[in-house]
């Protein structure tokens, strides 16, 4: 029997969060995190595990189906009244094999 070994990843990335406040300020809060990935993660269009740019993309591609709470804690403030979150933008900072 031959053993496969899975390519493990791991993916250190940032969310930064644009909002405004009652007073009409935008600004941002930036929240980082690192995670382990791999080709289980069910993900349209994959591409082959086999670069880190592919993973990169390939993470890109999963992040933009998901909500960011489950991959960073939310800015203290993000279901205030007195504050309005726009929109939000996923960097990959690093990638690299586990």
């Known amino acids: 029997m031959i053993n ?3 390519n493990v990843w791991v993916v250190r990335f940032e969310i930064t969060f644009y909002g405004t406040d009652n ?3 935008s ?3 930036i929240k980082e995190n690192s995670m382990k ?3 289980s ?3 349209l269009n994959k591409l082959p595990f086999v670069s880190k740019e592919n993973v990169e993309i390939n ?3 999963w992040v ?3 909500s960011p709470e489950k991959l960073v804690p939310l800015p203290h403030d993000y279901y205030s009244e007195n504050v309005r979150y726009g ?3 996923v960097e990959v900072l690093e990638v690299y094999q586990n």
């Open 64 to 66: 933009d189906k998901i």
């Open 41 to 43: 993660f069910e993900i």
């Open 87 to 89: 929109e939000e933008s």
């Open 59 to 61: 993470f890109l591609l």
């Open 27 to 29: 600004f941002r809060e």
């Open 37 to 39: 990935f791999d080709s």
């Open 23 to 25: 007073q009409g300020k």
């Open 4 to 6: 496969i070994e899975e």
